[in-house]
T-cell receptor, first 111, second 114 residues
């Protein structure tokens, strides 16, 4: 299956850390991704992780992957108002030709 | 560098009218191409993908169709639009070869069916 699930909303205060969670069902995932979508725009790739990795850090972003539980998270440190957007997790499976996206988490940063 | 274009940016069409959305990619060859729909308040739904000219795979049955007449051109069409076709349509591409499957998205087309 290709079910990818996320909670729909998250609110945090400016300067706090945000943690966005995602669960997926397909154990043959090769890469897992986090995308950001600002209002009225396309998706922008933030970061990705190969399925044999546990963690990846990129400046304020930390991705954690628990392959056993099929759980992916994105932590944004020192969240800023410019981080307000919808965040999608996605997976690509073995063939690499197909991507499956979660429903998106709308992050609101409160000043 | 590679760029992806979509047009039109916004479209308002009456129910029953035809549809044609176009996507083109520059700066690469033999890309994999994708059409997604994002309905209001929902996530992305993969509609079609293509690994080459004339090769189209459909993910969901619907009244939409896709065509790839040229290597870097992907077209989404409908003969008769339904109200439920309203949404934000995104085109994306990935390199056709290689093991790193990053997707690059276009700016999207906002379709409102009235």
């Amino acid at each position: 299956g290709e079910d990818v699930e996320q909670s729909l909303f998250l609110s945090v205060r400016e300067g706090d850390s945000s943690v966005i969670n995602c669960t997926y069902t397909d154990s043959s995932s090769t890469y897992l991704y986090w995308y950001k979508q600002e209002p009225g725009a396309g998706l922008q790739l933030l970061t990705y992780i190969f399925s044999n990795m546990d963690m990846k850090q990129d400046q304020r972003l930390t991705v954690l992957l628990n392959k056993k539980d099929k759980h992916l998270s994105l932590r944004i440190a020192d969240t800023q108002t410019g981080d307000s957007a919808i965040y999608f997790c996605a997976e690509s499976i073995n063939t690499g030709n197909q991507f499956y996206f979660g429903t998106g988490t709308s992050l609101t940063v409160i000043p | 560098s590679q760029t992806i274009h979509q047009w039109p940016a916004t479209l308002v069409q009456p129910v029953g009218s035809p549809l044609s959305l176009e996507c083109t990619v520059e700066g690469t060859s033999n890309p994999n191409l994708y059409w997604y729909r994002q309905a209001a308040g929902r996530g992305l739904q993969l509609l079609f993908y293509s690994v080459g000219i004339g090769q189209i795979s459909s993910e969901v049955p619907q009244n939409l169709s896709a065509s790839r007449p040229q290597d870097r051109q992907f077209i989404l069409s409908s003969k008769k639009l339904l109200l439920s076709d309203s949404g934000f349509y995104l085109c994306a591409w990935t390199p056709g070869t290689g093991s790193y499957y990053e997707q690059y998205f276009g700016p999207g087309t906002r379709l409102t069916v009235t």
